[in-house]
């Protein structure tokens, strides 16, 4: 048989003649997509991929520092900063104030920590980094979020300083256990990233 009679007879059996292009290309897509995966498990594990971002950890911050002293503030006014009145007991002008600020915070703290989800909280769930502390202040979170909903919509009059209570019990512990969080990753990540560095030379 023939150079030429070999190289028609896969396409009288039904096949392709796989020349040396298509098989080129396909080759190549091949690598691609290995790569592409390569790539992508490789990044998702990387610290630096779980890290927030300047900006976005400026806002998380500036959120939760603002809800923080808003409601410190407020309990100050609230409990030791009363006066008796003629008409009974005065608040302070501030506590009200301090009550829009709070609640003004929390509007833009809900867009702020709700952008957590997609990247940061995605990503350390996915390579289990961190995650009791981060599940701790999602569920504080979603907390303070149904307990404050209730002081605005659903409180009443006998119920409302129960609510309360509980609502500004779980605010004074976020910012440590934010605190917590933050450097608990912080030390994961330096490890992991040690570690990268070590790997190769051994």
Known sequence: MTRGEQAREPMARGHPVDTGWPRAMRLFGQLLKVKIMTTNNTTARRPDTI?????????????????????????????????????????HPLETWML??????AMAGLI???????????????????????IGLVVFMLLLTI??????????????????????????VVPALLTWHVISGKR???????????????
């Open 147 to 172: 307990t404050g909903y209730l002081l605005y919509y659903a409180g009443g009059e006998d119920s409302r300083p129960v609510i309360s209570a509980v609502h500004w019990i779980f605010g004074v």
């Open 112 to 134: 702020i920590y709700g952008s957590l989800l997609p990247l940061h909280i995605r990503r350390a769930w996915a390579v289990r980094r961190n995650i009791f502390l981060g």
């Open 188 to 202: 994961r990540s330096r490890r992991a990233s040690d570690a990268e560095i070590i790997s190769p030379i051994l």
């Open 51 to 91: 890290r927030l971002g300047f900006w976005h950890q400026t806002s998380v911050y500036s959120a939760t520092a603002l809800l923080v002293v808003s409601g410190a503030v407020w309990l100050v006014l609230h409990f030791f900063m009363v006066t008796q009145g003629e008409f009974g007991d005065t608040h």
């Open 100 to 105: 829009k600020l709070h609640g003004a915070a």
